[in-house]
């Protein structure tokens, strides 16, 4: 009785790992649902505040919001399990392909298959980003930098030009961190009159 939890956590994180194509932006609206909604081992701040610091630390977000909840639940153990659970399906998955299949996109049908999964991935990614901003509270700065950051990514990508989206995060973090200081710096000066 006393594993069921751990278990739990595995079983759960290996649906949504078996379940969901494209990577951890397309989990989030299901670790949302099963994790925030259904179950309520963290509420729906804690994810949009684990998957913040799963962007910005080392590692694949779904992985990352999967030790967290796991942690949050089971300790370690809960922590393994979780991490365990979301990561073996794509291992399972990948590991069989690696066997049975030395062309395996040249598949006609799977190669199609996956132009419409990729679709429902660039979908799935959408919604959770409208969800997660939905909950945010947006301020003028934070807005701003939305605003800039898909106008320039845009025109970047409509130029051709090789940009990582890993400056953008740089950049608006130097630029959040800037204004904080001068507001605190005025703030402060207007204090000390």
Known sequence: MKDKPLFDLFW????IGLFTFGGGYAMIPLI?????ENKGWITSDELSTVTAIAESTPGPIAINCATY?????GGFAGALSSTFGVVLPSFIIIYLISIFFDDFLSITIIANAFKGIKIGVGLLILQAGLNMSKKMKLSGLSLFILIASCAALLVINFAGASFSTVY?????GIFSVSV?????RI???GADK
Do not use: Q
């Open 12 to 15: 759960s994180f290996f649906k």
């Open 32 to 36: 949302e649902e099963v994790c925030v």
């Open 69 to 73: 909840t796991g942690y949050m639940r």
């Open 168 to 172: 953008f995060l740089i950049i608006a």
């Open 180 to 184: 904080y200081e001068i507001k605190r």
């Open 187 to 189: 703030s402060k000066g």
